[in-house]
């Protein structure tokens, strides 16, 4: 038992059930005592029940963005390690997550090792560049992301700045992302 309490704690946050059993498994296999959360509400009071040391935050969940939570945990504890996670990354947002606290922003999937790997990245440090360059499309996904991160996730405003109907811009905010 205490070498178990040893073990530093890590809250992952994730809607996805089978992704978070998974990834706990082979986190506290690396060494980590993990909580699991499915939303921003719960991941604030497991927080609060036990301040973890590290996070990983999936970003787009039910009842609240990821975002929010990374603020909420960095408020709680300033030397935290956190984590973004998703399947929707932007630029946008991996600014935003970052300005808000996380130590890195990683797009899914990720396996447990990046995500370690990611714990020990140094704020200010830098990524390694891509080597081709963005695609018109992701380009254009990308803009969309940042307009929608300054109206604060309002979809007609957002509409309206870029000149497009508000259903166009649903169904291109539905599609998954290109990747390059």
Known sequence: MGLFQNRPGLLL?????TFNA???????????RVRVAHNVAEGLQAAADAPPEYAIVDLKMPGGSGLLLVKKLKEMNPDIRMVVLTGYASIATAVEAIKLGATQYLAKPADADEIVAAFHHQAGGTMPAANNPLSINRLEWEHIQKVLMECRGNISETARRLGMHRRTLQRKLSKRPVRQ
């Not at 946050?13 to 059930?17: E, F, S, W």
């Not at 998974?22 to 980590?32: E, N, T, Y």
């Open 13 to 17: 946050v994730d809607d996805d059930p």
């Open 22 to 32: 998974v990834l706990s498994k082979a986190l506290d296999r690396r060494g980590f």
